[in-house]
């Protein structure tokens, strides 16, 4: 059974950092792609950024230069470095994993199987 358990969402001030964690279980993250996708209230969910099963990342236009997608392989984790945040970040942030071996990955949600239960970001002002 595949788990996605996310961790280090918080509260934080514009122009700070914060790094999510997502740990798998019952899946290799070395072989799959995988992404961090998040939700504002009232809003659609959206692909933030995706990672390839040979660390070939894609990042939203919106997150570009100030976010780093990464993931350890010997821990079995993804991580989201997220830096320079805005208001408009302020979202749950969902990991996702895919049953497919992309070395490409859209940020679409469709091809991404597995789901966690989310992490709270807000930032504010």
């Known amino acids: 059974q595949v788990q996605l358990v996310e961790s280090g969402g918080g509260s934080v001030q514009v122009g700070g950092s914060l790094t999510l964690s997502c740990a798998a279980s019952?899946?290799?993250?070395?072989?799959?792609?995988m992404a961090w996708f998040r939700q504002a209230l009232g809003k659609e969910r959206e692909g933030v950024a995706t990672?390839?099963?040979?660390?070939?990342?894609n990042y939203a236009d919106s997150v570009t230069g100030r976010f780093t997608i990464s993931k350890d392989n010997a821990k079995n984790t993804l991580y989201l470095q997220m830096n320079s945040l805005k208001p408009e970040d302020t979202a749950m942030y969902y990991c996702?994993?895919?049953?497919?071996?992309?070395?490409?990955?859209?940020?679409?949600?469709?091809?991404?199987?597995?789901w966690g239960q989310g992490t709270q970001v807000a930032v504010s002002s």
């Open positions: 996702a994993a895919s049953a497919e071996a992309r070395w490409y990955v859209p940020l679409s949600p469709r091809l991404f199987t597995y």
């Open positions: 019952g899946y290799t993250i070395s072989t799959y792609s």
């Open positions: 990672i390839g099963f040979g660390g070939t990342a």
